[in-house]
């Protein structure tokens, strides 16, 4: 897949979308979503005024070590990614590694 459709597929609308089917089992996907736009957006910087235009403090221009998507990569991002990695490790059932990639519907 191309990133500029992965970016696409993995959007907050999407999210919202999915999240408004009201139904159970695609939650763990809509947070999914959620957390790959964030990713996406704090590591796709390209504009010094975009984050005006589109109101998303996520794609502002970096200007301190103590910004807060750091923080946000560091404690919601890479907790979100250990916690998948180990609801996979647990999961029951005889899976190989390429099918043992449940997405989790909690952070």
């Not at 984050?51 to 910004?67: C, G, L, T, V, W």
Request: proline share 3%; hydrophobic share 35%; glycine share 4%.
């Amino acid at each position: 897949m191309k990133v500029k459709l992965a970016v696409q597929v993995l959007s907050k609308s999407v999210a919202i979308a999915l999240r408004e089917t009201g139904r159970e089992d695609v939650i763990g996907t809509a947070v999914f979503c959620e957390i790959m736009d964030g990713f996406c957006d704090c590591t796709n910087v390209r504009s010094l005024t975009e984050h005006q235009r589109k109101k998303n403090s996520f794609i502002m221009p970096y200007e301190s070590a103590e910004d807060q998507r750091l923080t946000w990569l560091k404690d919601v991002f890479l907790n979100y990614l250990e916690s998948w990695k180990k609801s996979t490790e647990a999961r029951e059932g005889a899976y190989t590694p390429d099918e043992n990639v449940s997405v989790p519907a909690n952070l």
